[in-house]
């Protein structure tokens, strides 16, 4: 008995401590490339698709470039030659299923913004007489290596499936580009650089809202129970704590009203009732303003409405103008190329020239002004 009794008295005592508190993770976003995102890291193929997948504006920015970068139309002396060069051109079989030349441009282009380097092949007949289709290679499977003899060009190897490299087996149909290339590194740079640790920042900011709002929705309790003194009270403690547990457990899952009955000093409170909820307009739009500036897009295209003028939005509009422009320079060699290419298979001269559209109307009206500015001008000097 007095071993017993010694029991009793060792859990009155230890009743009596206070609960050691456990610090846990919350709920990380579900992104977890971001979270483990290694500045100047090589391999960040799976890193952009993730960011562009976790961050819905920056896909919506990138889309909204390819879309903006326009269509083209080609020249030649040759009408034949040009009429069938169009037919070819929107024909042609490009990434499975789809048909025309720019379908295959859009995907080429946005997969250069988003890995900063391009890979394509041209499939030609067996017999070369003419282009049967193009399709856009998966930049993980590709290795790129520059050749000792000369290091302005590169060499191209395939990863096969058991992990062998190999080279291609005719590298003048493999079509290449590179975007804001580093003299040490080979390949581009991605316009996503820089943005993981923004938006990693940002998603932890979105992830934080949408706890606060579970929370709300359906918010969680603090039910206490405090022992009396009585030592047979505090023998007991543990065993009352569940049957409260248990019977509060069984008041919360009913879908019905539930009334909760219990004996003795039982304090319930609702957790997180009295914090304030912190304001995430600031930072969000903080943290958007340079995800934004990053990818060269205007706000206002994005749907987002700050504050700007119609001067600023003019300017803002000739900077992508501007960028555009950069975009499509950098994207004639591998129209030259396609081009140049079916022409000589199918025998025709090889000169011919590429047509940009204009990227928008305005661009069309101050182009309509100027040359009606030219011609009062020349009426004026020729009235003198």
């Known amino acids: 008995m007095k071993k017993f009794g010694k029991n009793q008295k060792n859990s009155a005592v230890s009743s009596s401590q206070p609960v050691k508190a456990v610090t846990g993770y919350g709920f990380p976003n579900p992104f977890g490339a971001i979270n483990h995102y290694i500045p100047l890291h090589n391999s960040q193929n799976v890193l952009y698709d993730t960011l562009r997948e976790a961050v819905p504006i920056i896909d919506s920015a990138l889309q909204k470039l390819v879309r903006l970068l326009g269509t083209f139309t080609v020249s030649c002396s040759d009408k034949t030659a040009e009429k069938q060069l169009h037919h070819f051109l929107q024909t042609v079989r490009t990434n499975g299923n789809n048909i025309g030349f720019h379908c295959f ?30 399709y856009n290679a998966d930049n993980n499977h590709i290795l790129l290596k520059p050749k000792s003899e000369n290091p302005l060009e590169l060499s191209v190897f395939v990863r096969q499936k058991n992990g062998e490299i190999i080279p291609v087996s005719n590298e003048n149909l493999i079509l290449l580009t590179s975007l804001n290339p580093k003299p040490d590194k080979i390949g581009g740079t ?7 640790f923004v938006s990693s920042i940002l998603l932890k900011i979105f992830n934080a809202i949408g706890q606060n709002w579970d929370r709300v929705g359906n918010i969680r309790y603090a039910v206490t129970y405090k022992p009396s003194d009585d030592n047979f009270d505090g023998a007991f403690t543990q065993q009352r704590a569940d049957i409260i547990a248990n019977e509060w457990s069984k008041a919360m899952k009913d879908n019905g009203v539930s009334d909760f009955i219990a004996v003795g000093d039982v304090d319930i409170k609702v ?114």
């Open 105 to 134: 441009l859009s995907s080429y282009f946005d997969r250069l913004l988003t890995y900063g380097t391009a890979i394509a092949e041209i499939l030609p007949f067996k017999d070369y007489h003419g282009i049967y289709g193009i």
């Open 190 to 196: 991605s316009v996503l650089q820089g943005l993981p």
């Open 271 to 384: 957790i997180g009732a009295d914090n304030q909820i912190l304001d995430c307009q600031t930072p969000a739009r903080l943290l958007l303003e340079q995800i934004v500036s990053k990818l060269g897009i205007p706000p206002f295209l994005l749907g987002l409405s700050w504050s700007s003028t119609e001067r600023m939005s003019s300017q803002q509009a000739d900077i992508l103008t501007s960028e555009l422009e950069h975009y499509r320079f950098l994207l004639n060699p591998v129209i030259d190329k396609v081009c140049r290419m079916w022409l000589a298979m199918n025998g025709f001269p090889t000169e011919y020239e590429i047509i940009w559209s204009n990227i928008n109307l305005q661009d069309e009206v101050e182009l309509a002004n100027a040359k009606l500015l030219n011609a009062k001008a020349e009426q004026v000097i020729g009235n003198l």
